[in-house]
């Protein structure tokens, strides 16, 4: 008596059942890869924006607190002028690096805003004229970009008493701002906090300017 055979195998149906499954397998995986793959950008992008905030608030932090009220005998016109002079989005001052960096000494710092280039830019240069050997060690750098808008904001004190105003210019005068308050905008309107610095120096000039009235 011949043996009989049986085979087993997949139906049509089963294959194409098969393929189907696997293709929304396929399409799930690429779908969350996908988010992770924005998620993961997004995140990186914030980390740097964070940071970038946080080296520009650090920079403000450092360098305005120990602004110091001098005055430039050094100018080109022969007219003695106070070293910070501030409008609604430049401002001059004189201050120091830490003792750990390459420039040593007090220093003028020249902060701008180029609208055109949205961009806000730093000159940094010595307060005192180099010697005839050497060269005046001037350097530009920038600060941010994609800067939609920057202003600037000065807080003055007649008296010690006094509640005192905000002004957007700082020009032609001989004393020191109680604060200063800067205001940036990205492009992309991501949120920027305003920042308030105290000039520490400014106090005691003005109470210097008091008791010896």
């Known amino acids: 008596m011949p043996k009989s055979y049986k ?12 393929m189907t499954l696997l293709s929304i397998m396929v399409t799930l995986l690429f779908a969350s890869l996908k988010i992770c793959a924005e998620s993961w950008n ?21 360098h305005l607190p120990s602004v110091q009220p ?11 002028q ?14 120091v690096f830490p003792a750990s960096s390459g420039r040593k000494g007090l220093q003028i710092f020249e902060i701008s805003f ?15 004229p180099a010697l005839e050997e050497q060269e005046w060690q001037q350097e ?15 807080f003055a004190k007649q008296t010690e008493n006094s509640e005192g105003t905000w002004g957007g210019s700082w020009r032609e005068k001989e004393m020191l701002p109680a604060l200063i ?8 309107q991501s949120f920027w906090p305003d920042m308030v610095f105290a000039l520490k120096l400014a106090t005691l000039e003005l109470d210097f300017k008091l008791d010896t009235k």
């Open 42 to 62: 997004k995140g990186e992008a914030k980390i740097a924006e964070v940071n970038e905030k946080a080296v520009v608030y650090q920079f403000f932090k450092r």
């Open 70 to 80: 001098l005055w430039d005998d050094f100018s080109e016109e022969g007219v003695n």
């Open 181 to 188: 308050k800067i205001n940036i905008e990205l492009k992309g």
């Open 7 to 18: 085979f087993s195998g997949f139906t049509l149906i089963e294959v194409m059942l098969a």
């Open 114 to 128: 180029d609208q055109a280039a949205h961009m806000i830019n730093i000159i940094v240069k010595p307060f005192y």
């Open 140 to 154: 530009q750098v920038v600060l941010l970009e994609n800067v939609e808008a920057f202003k600037i904001s000065y």
């Open 82 to 95: 106070f070293s910070f002079q501030g409008g609604a989005d430049t401002v001059q001052f004189v201050s």
